[in-house]
């Protein structure tokens, strides 16, 4: 799977250096306040984000941090404990699929939850100025943009307007799930295996993005997990 990592350093600087088009993306531009969310290791976001989903999936969700206060504490600075990575679908909103509040998640949201130059600097701010220590690319069950690529590569149809700028990002993935299919494959199991290999093959290409998340990912200061989330369960797994 082929993604353009042209983003030099030099851009995304001019990206989070300038104040105004930084307040306009919304992007905070001040250190984080808490340091507590600074210190917690990857591995124990990931505890509390998977905490939340049991909460979820239970019916106790909890909606932390959602009052004035936390408003109010979040007026000068941002302090997330983790980047998000989802598709744009309706169905898996992560601040409560993961229970989490304001300030928490850093989300970027796009069908397929592909990696382009826009999500990419997204999430290299999150981790160089945010100091966010994990990352989760988060597909799902029977997504509606894997199964768009999946019907236009069997059928070698053309989707109108952007949609086809979408799905050939997917493409490569559903190729490789092809590739791996065996009769041990149940009917209809291939769109599932092309969602698991889109993730994974998102993950890859992060976890090897320069300079900034390839970097991090070998220094060990950075956890980069590809997350599988079940439409009906409402649960959510880590599968790399
Ligand atoms: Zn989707």
């Known amino acids: 799977m082929r993604f353009k990592h042209n983003l030099s350093r030099r851009s995304l600087l001019h990206i989070i ?29 990931l505890k509390q984000l998977m905490a939340g989903n049991q909460r979820f999936i239970t ?8 009052g004035l206060e936390r408003i109010r504490s979040l007026v000068q600075s941002q302090s997330p404990v983790a980047v998000i990575l989802g598709c744009a679908d309706s169905r898996v909103p992560p601040e409560l699929i993961f229970d989490q509040g304001l300030g928490s998640l850093f989300t970027i949201r796009v069908a397929g939850n592909i990696a382009d130059d826009a999500s990419l600097g997204s999430i290299e701010y999150a981790v160089d100025s945010l100091n966010v220590k ?18 236009a590569l069997t059928n070698g149809t053309h989707l109108p307007g952007h949609l086809e700028s979408l799905t050939k990002v997917i493409e490569p993935a559903i190729v490789q ?53 079940d439409l ?5 797994e880590t599968i790399i």
């Open 59 to 66: 019916g106790q969700s909890i909606s932390p941090d959602h």
């Open 17 to 45: 250096g300038f104040g105004a088009l930084a307040t306009r993306l919304g992007l905070d531009l001040i250190q984080p306040e808490s340091a507590v969310a600074a210190t917690l290791s990857a591995d124990a976001v």
């Open 232 to 236: 009906d369960s409402g649960t959510v």
């Open 134 to 151: 994990l990352v989760m690319v988060l597909g799902h069950e029977r997504c509606g943009a894997v199964t768009a690529a999946l019907n």
């Open 177 to 229: 799930a092809k590739q791996q299919q065996s009769e041990a494959f149940q009917p209809g199991e291939l769109l599932d295996q092309s969602v698991r290999a889109n993730i994974r093959a998102v993950v890859q290409a992060l976890s090897t993005s320069q300079p900034i998340l390839a970097q991090r990912v070998k220094q060990k200061t950075l956890k980069i997990v590809g997350g599988y989330y």
